[in-house]
């Protein structure tokens, strides 16, 4: 113990001595330990943490799929639900969940509030427990109970100040009273990432009973239902999956009105870990691969520091192992200094850390799930602390090795000659050195490539065309709930009041409203059956995007008619039912044809439903992303299918944003119990839906940045510390008729040698490891040759100027001073 304490004051002492030296490797270390603490604490949260659950690892989540009609992931029926529930033997319980936003009224302000219908076994499956009150009884699953109510804790804060005798209470909900019989703990949150409904776009804050009448094992037409399931002990998701196909093929077999040959029919079984991870872990992992490049660019840096002034210390060292100190003395004394500088490190990279977690929460970004749980935690702390220990061991051997070897006599007599004339400045004691910088160099070309790939990836999903112009435009959501708004003539008669009013603001050019808004994470499809076509073999309907869309709805987000005519006021419930298509299903349905005049129903080739002419044929626009194939699509008229909720749009040829509070003021005008909900320009809906691609993008940038700096700062401090070195060499050359432009140009040459091998390596080291950023990239190849020959003559550029300046200052050395010194 003495003897380590003894090291620590002795390294201190050395570290007092050299304060540049000191803030620079720390520094250093710190842009490096912290960049990976913030990361990791990030996939410390979502990759590594048990979900908050009861037997996280056994839950899971069903999806309904169909690739043959190119639906990728859908909601279940309720028939579907029964199904499963008994058919399948590999779970220990089974629930079922659907959403949707309700109008609550009568309490305050009204608002739109998120719900969630859930089965009695739900929350108890969970592991939830009432806070207050009780959870819901399993005689509420039917039908005949009074309507009840649970909170979220959330809710219960926010709505009802954390009042103790809510329980009890009456709130109403699109004109309908529930009963509040419980309120949820603070701990327990159901989350859209582990339970996205298809009904609420955010966290649902009010549950209520799932009452299913003796109809609901055989209704197979609403697919809007969540499962959950929680496995038996033993049973494995592949089990299960397996068990389940079972079941699709009997119903393929049983059902092909609603499950064609031609559907590829899966029910398919994903761990609840898995679906709020979702597609953000391979971005997360990416990232933690960037950043430990970073802290070994920093831990190279390092080791060029400690390589530096082991040289001004070689007669302290000669003198200390002449006096008798062991090999292994001097090697745990050097030791002891780079570790101890890693601990600096790394307690200043929490600090760094922290910084950067609080710009996580300050941005929320959407793509993050869990975003409350990402902190420094204990797991966190005890992480830095590791790779603090690993940094200084991997960067304080080489250093510690090299002076533990010294002889004494050779050192000493070396240091009598004067000990800058001991190697030259390409000589073979430098080897390490310039080793340190071609990964430094080669590192930060990895980097940056990589940067660079989703830098213009980004910049080509911005010049997607999204068909629909979003300048101008201020959207949001409302739904015409209660007894007012019960007849079809109501709903339409008060959204027509509705246009009207908006188009009477000053500055409003038109407005108009859709069912589903463009990139609003918000669709609706269905099968379609078209007339006189032949349907192929196995095929019993065609599966397309159904969007309604009253008032002006096609001129407010400049989504252009491309030929026929847009809905008028003669379409009217009574009138011939019409539809508009978009440009892919006119292309896809009738090629080379004019659409105009053909008919389509909107149901299976066995309905009854009535034909619907084709009217006209606007721009396809992007539904789901900017990077995301949309379905066909076609739209009906919002006054032959007057549904009350509707996104509501408007254009203004100024800032949309300055018209909330008067378009606030008409909807209070035209129902002061009509809640105005998720208020958004479309631009803001624009750059939303690019929030995952550019979160990545910033980090990665971010992270190939400080690579850069702290390359180009090795580079230079090498080649700074080379041309000290060879100061002899360079006074001889010039002694002997060397130029100044001759020295500038001899080491240059040499240190574009190692920044060319540098680059080289780097390159190949991108082309292999850049592949695995395919899924991150759009219209962009992973070996886009533009990215990877920019990026090098970046990386060289700057090496080059990195050297230049201490070759200028190698070309200024006086000959006679350099040996008169010697």
């Keep these: 113990m003495n003897t380590l304490l003894q090291d620590?004051?002795?390294?201190?002492?050395?570290f007092a001595r050299s304060p540049g030296f000191t803030l620079a490797a720390v520094l250093?270390?710190?842009?490096?330990?912290?960049?990976?603490?913030?990361?990791?604490?990030?996939?410390?949260?979502?990759?590594?943490?048990?979900?908050?659950?009861?037997?996280?690892?056994?839950?899971?989540?069903?999806?309904?799929?169909?690739?043959?009609?190119?639906?990728?992931?859908?909601?279940?029926?309720?028939?579907?639900?029964?199904?499963i529930r008994n058919g399948h033997s590999g779970?220990?319980?089974?629930?079922?969940?659907?959403?949707?936003?309700?109008?609550?009224?009568?309490?305050?302000?009204?608002?739109?509030?998120?719900?969630?219908?859930?089965?009695?076994?739900?929350?108890?499956?969970?592991?939830?427990?009432?806070?207050?009150?009780?959870?819901?009884?399993?005689?509420?699953?039917?039908?005949?109970?009074?309507?009840?109510?649970?909170?979220?804790?959330?809710?219960?804060?926010?709505?009802?100040?954390?009042?103790?005798?809510?329980?009890?209470?009456?709130?109403?909900?699109n004109g309908q009273s529930y009963q509040i019989v419980g309120v949820l703990p603070q701990q327990f949150s159901l989350p859209r990432e582990v339970l996205p409904t298809l009904g609420v776009a955010e966290d649902g804050e009010i549950f209520l009973p799932l009452p299913l009448g003796a109809e609901a094992a055989s209704t197979r037409t609403r697919e809007d239902y969540n499962i959950l399931g929680r496995l038996k002990p033993g049973v494995t998701?592949?089990?299960?999956?397996?068990?389940?196909?079972?079941?699709?093929?009997?119903?393929?077999?049983?059902?092909?009105?609603y499950y064609p040959p031609n559907s590829g029919l899966t029910f398919s079984v994903v761990p609840l870990q898995e679906q709020v991870v979702g597609d953000v872990r391979r971005p997360l992992l990416i990232l933690l691969g960037a950043v430990a490049?970073?802290?070994?660019?920093?831990?190279?840096n390092v080791a060029n520091l400690l390589l530096a002034r082991a040289m001004s210390r070689q007669k302290e060292i000669a003198i200390r192992v002449a006096l008798g100190a062991g090999r292994g003395q001097i090697l745990r004394q050097l030791l002891t200094e780079s570790i101890?500088?890693?601990?600096?490190?790394?307690?200043?990279?929490?600090?760094f850390a922290m910084?950067?977690?609080?710009?996580?929460?300050?941005?929320?970004?959407?793509?993050?799930?869990?975003?409350?749980?990402?902190?420094?935690?204990?797991?966190?702390?005890l992480f830095t602390f590791v790779i603090s220990l690993l940094s200084g061991l991997l960067f304080g051997l080489a250093p510690a090795f090299r002076m533990a070897g010294t002889h004494p006599a050779g050192r000493l007599k070396e240091e009598g000659r004067g000990a800058a004339g001991a190697n030259s400045i390409w000589g073979r004691g430098n080897h390490l050195r310039r080793l340190l910088v071609v990964s430094e160099l080669a590192l930060s070309v990895v980097l940056l490539i990589g940067a660079g790939l989703l830098i213009r990836s980004f910049a080509r999903l911005q010049n997607v065309p999204p068909g629909f112009n979003p300048k101008g435009v201020l959207t949001l959501e409302l739904t015409m709930t209660g007894r007012g708004y019960a007849k079809s003539e109501n709903v339409l008669s008060a959204y027509r009041d509705l246009w009207q009013r908006l188009d009477r603001l000053p500055g409003v050019t038109s407005s108009g409203g859709v069912s589903a808004l463009p990139l609003s994470n918000y669709f609706s499809w269905g099968p379609i059956t078209v007339e006189g076509r032949t349907p192929q073999p196995g095929e019993e309907f065609i599966n397309a995007d159904q969007r309604i869309a009253g008032g002006r709805y096609f001129e407010t987000l400049g989504i252009p008619l491309l030929r026929g005519r847009l809905f008028q006021q003669q379409d009217k419930l009574d009138a011939p039912r019409v539809i508009v298509i978009d440009e892919y299903m006119a292309q896809q349905l009738w090629p080379n044809q004019d659409p105009i005049g053909k008919r389509i129903r909107t149901s299976g080739a066995r309905s009854d439903a009535p034909w619907h002419t084709v009217i006209g044929v606007v721009r396809q626009v992007k539904q789901y992303g900017l990077d995301a194939t949309?379905?066909?699509?076609?739209?009906?008229?919002?006054?032959?299918?007057?549904?009350?909720?509707?996104?509501?749009?408007?254009?203004?040829?100024?800032?949309?944003?300055?018209?909330?509070?008067?378009?606030?003021?008409?909807?209070?005008?035209?129902?002061?119990?009509?809640?105005?909900?998720?208020?958004?320009?479309?631009?803001?809906?624009v750059e939303e839906s690019m929030a995952r691609r550019r979160f990545s993008m910033t980090l990665l940038t971010l992270f190939a940045s400080l690579a850069l700096a702290l390359a180009a700062i090795g580079v230079y401090g090498v080649m700074s510390y080379l041309v000290d070195q060879g100061t002899r060499e360079i006074g001889i050359r010039m002694a002997l008729g060397a130029t100044p432009n001759s020295i500038t140009g001899f080491v240059v040459a040499r240190g574009m040698l190692v920044a060319a091998c540098g680059v080289g390596a780097g390159l190949l080291g991108a082309a292999a490891l850049t592949r695995v950023m395919s899924s991150l990239l759009y219209g962009v190849q992973a070996t886009d040759s533009a990215t990877f020959s920019t990026i090098a003559a970046l990386l060289s550029a700057i090496a080059f100027f990195a050297t230049y300046v201490p070759a200028r200052r190698a070309a200024r050395i006086d000959p006679m001073t350099s040996l008169r010194s010697e």
Excluded at 8 to 14: M, N
Excluded at 293 to 300: D, G, N, P, Q
Excluded at 355 to 372: F, K
Excluded at 654 to 681: C, G, H, N
Aim: with cysteine; charged share 15%.
């Design 8 to 14: 620590l004051r002795h390294a201190l002492r050395g």
């Design 28 to 83: 250093s270390l710190a842009i490096g330990i912290g960049a990976n603490s913030a990361i990791f604490s990030v996939a410390n949260a979502l990759l590594l943490q048990p979900l908050p659950y009861r037997n996280p690892d056994r839950l899971v989540i069903l999806w309904n799929r169909s690739p043959g009609l190119n639906i990728a992931e859908d909601w279940f029926s309720t028939a579907q639900y029964f199904d």
């Design 91 to 173: 779970f220990e319980q089974l629930a079922i969940a659907i959403g949707a936003n309700y109008n609550l009224t009568g309490d305050g302000e009204p608002e739109r509030i998120g719900t969630i219908r859930v089965s009695s076994n739900l929350l108890p499956m969970l592991g939830a427990q009432a806070a207050l009150g009780r959870l819901f009884l399993a005689e509420e699953d039917h039908p005949g109970r009074g309507g009840t109510a649970i909170l979220s804790h959330a809710t219960w804060i926010r709505r009802y100040g954390s009042d103790p005798r809510v329980v009890g209470r009456s709130i109403t909900l």
């Design 237 to 257: 998701p592949a089990q299960a999956q397996a068990e389940m196909s079972g079941i699709t093929t009997r119903l393929v077999r049983s059902f092909p009105d």
């Design 293 to 300: 490049f970073v802290l070994l660019i920093a831990c190279a």
């Design 340 to 351: 101890l500088l890693s601990l600096g490190g790394g307690a200043l990279g929490v600090v």
């Design 355 to 381: 910084a950067g977690i609080d710009w996580i929460h300050a941005i929320q970004p959407r793509n993050v799930p869990r975003l409350s749980s990402i902190s420094v935690t204990s797991e966190v702390l």
């Design 630 to 685: 949309s379905r066909i699509a076609f739209y009906l008229p919002h006054t032959q299918y007057p549904t009350r909720a509707l996104y509501v749009t408007l254009h203004t040829d100024s800032d949309p944003a300055t018209l909330v509070s008067a378009v606030r003021k008409e909807i209070r005008a035209l129902d002061p119990e009509l809640p105005i909900y998720r208020v958004r320009t479309m631009q803001q809906r």
